[in-house]
């Protein structure tokens, strides 16, 4: 696994200097510009007959190129990529198809240079993935280690491509694998660290944004920073909303072949890009000179809707490009306005508007991901600002925990969703999980009191054939479940301080129901100690039975 992992991290180094150099390379194609959102409204020197005017027409140009690109080769090449590979490894054992790679290269540059208004950290990752699966495909390993290794694809692309390491890690734990473990994070880290190493070697060691240095001045400002996270949480919820909403729209109106529908879509996109340039690629520059407080609150608010309607409309009309950098944008736009307006009020203790756009960008992403840890992470080691981190912990959290509030979905899972897609649920056609929990569970095992002695429970935890069993108090109140491993390990304790009884040791696992699917049980299962796991009535009060990985495999002839 060490070998491949850094193997991956390799190719995926190697595939992020590709894919930067494809940008950069259709960027000045399409605009004559290294970055035109460095310099919007200005003329392409390659037309300069046209002015302005071919933003009208890049769009089309390339939605003629990378259409049936996508159509014909590699159809889940087409929106933003994360969801795809976090339902590869969700339901099909992390298998993604080479041609992904490939394909996405191509089209997310062919979006993003001709104006796109997308990032690049979904195509990077789906790119890195999919070496990762195609790697584990020839070595043949096992579906766990497939997985692993998409994961270590996932990791090595970002951190090359934005020369975040840490990040890298925790985006594939946190996202992809949805699980911390002493493999995977080894694993994940050789991939981030040789990815890394090529990506400093052609891009140098240097913060991927380049902002001011932002101090907080007073304690009052971390108020304002709680707010702007609630703040920023509820727009995160809006991005993702207006999102699709706008791709709704897009599949309401298009009626034609969809290998054609990004050059006719890309006449929308042209328009938005001719009214507000602002929003051609991925727009870091304006990113950068918002948070150094270059716009009024009214442009700022303006770049904000227009942000977020470009790129719906990108991903709408058929392009291929992330979320993560128009999250971003979005946060950067919104934590500057609030921090204007804040200065305005507060003059002596607000502080400066910079420090409030740094955290907006953290706050929105947290809010529209919901990847809380990665949010912290990515922030600092993409600006290199570790001055305000106290603040922008404080304001992802809460820009996490508002989200949870107002949406059950992510900006990447609610993509899945829409599709009848549930990655706590069954797989489509899968033989297991579609079951309820009531129909395969075992009888429960006799329950012990919480007054055991810890000899007499091993000795009825060594009769059961179970590793756990169920524990009760005098009332006969569901307390938890006590496990043959925590009664051995009491038991080879000293004496003095050491538990003397089941109710010391219990301990309340995951709850699961007699009405539920039985593919979510299995999350909980799979994680909890000991064979099994008792089952508890509607109520989640009562045991009414047991789930074991046997009884599971029952549902086979259920």
């Known amino acids: 696994m060490a070998v491949l992992a850094v193997a991956i991290g390799a190719g995926a180094g190697v595939g992020s200097i590709v894919f930067r150099w494809c940008i950069q390379t259709f960027t000045r194609l399409f605009s004559g510009h290294p970055d035109y959102a460095a310099a919007p409204g200005s003329t392409n020197p390659h037309v300069p007959w046209l002015g302005p005017f071919f933003v009208l027409v890049a769009p089309v140009i390339a939605g003629l190129l990378y259409g049936p690109l996508v159509n014909r080769f590699a159809k889940e090449a087409r929106g933003h990529g994360v969801p795809e590979v976090m339902l590869a490894v969700a339901q099909r054992g992390g298998r993604i198809s080479p041609k992904v790679a490939v394909v996405k290269t191509l089209a997310s540059a062919l979006t993003i240079g001709s104006g796109g208004s997308v990032g690049r950290e979904g195509p990077i990752v789906q790119i890195g993935s999919a070496l990762g699966s195609t790697l584990g495909r020839l070595t043949h390993v096992t579906e766990g280690r497939m997985k692993l290794l998409v994961a270590c694809g996932a990791a090595g692309g970002i951190a090359a491509t934005f020369n975040a390491p840490l990040a890298g890690v925790f985006f594939a734990m946190e996202l992809i ?75 309401w109106i298009w009626r034609g072949p969809e290998w054609l529908r990004p050059a006719v879509g890309g006449l929308a996109l042209g328009l938005v890009l001719f009214v507000l340039p602002e929003m051609y690629g991925v727009g870091y520059p304006v990113l950068e000179k918002a948070t150094e407080g270059g716009y009024a609150i009214g442009f700022l608010l303006l770049l904000l809707v227009g942000k977020m309607i470009a790129t719906s409309l990108t991903i709408g009309i058929g392009g291929s490009g992330g979320v993560f950098a128009p999250s971003l944008f979005i946060g950067a ?226």
């Not at 473990?181 to 913060?207: H, N």
């Not at 502080?351 to 990665?374: C, D, E, Q, S």
């Not at 089952?535 to 002839?557: F, I, K, M, N, Y």
């Open 177 to 251: 694998l949805q699980a911390f473990t002493v493999e995977a994070f080894g694993a994940t880290v050789l991939a981030s660290v040789t990815a890394s190493v090529i990506g400093r070697a052609a891009f140098g060691d240097v913060a991927f944004l380049n902002l001011p240095a932002f101090h907080i001045q007073h304690l009052s400002q971390y108020a304002l920073f709680a707010l702007l996270g609630v703040v920023a949480g509820a727009v995160g919820v809006g991005f993702s909303r207006i999102l699709y909403a706008i791709e709704d729209a897009c599949d």
């Open 333 to 558: 736009m919104l934590g500057a306005a609030y921090g204007a307006v804040a200065h305005g009020m507060l003059p002596g203790s607000a502080g400066a508007v910079g420090a409030y756009a740094l955290v907006g960008m953290g706050a929105v992403f947290a809010g529209a991901a919901r990847a809380p840890i990665t949010a912290v992470v990515i922030l600092f080691e993409l600006t290199g600002e570790y001055s305000i981190i106290l603040p922008l912990m404080l304001a992802i959290v809460l820009a996490t925990a508002t989200s949870r509030l107002l949406s059950r979905d992510t900006i990447y899972t609610l993509k899945l969703r829409r599709r009848g897609i549930d990655l706590t649920g069954a797989a489509s056609g899968a033989r297991i999980g579609s079951q309820a929990v009531t129909t395969v569970m075992e009888p429960l095992p006799t329950p012990l009191p919480a007054a055991t002695r810890l000899a007499d429970a091993a000795d009825a935890l060594s009769r059961s054939g179970h590793g756990a069993l169920p524990v009760l108090d005098a009332d006969g109140a569901y307390l938890g479940v006590v496990t043959a491993q925590a009664v051995a390990e009491a038991l080879a304790e000293q004496p003095d301080g050491a538990p003397t009884m089941v109710r010391d040791l219990a301990e309340p696992p995951p709850r699961i129901t007699a009405d539920q699917q039985l593919a979510t049980a299995l999350h909980a299962l799979v994680s909890a100690p000991g064979t099994g796991l008792p089952v508890l009535d509607s109520g989640r009060e009562h045991p009414v039975g047991w789930l074991s990985h046997q009884s599971v495999l029952r549902a086979l002839h259920a």
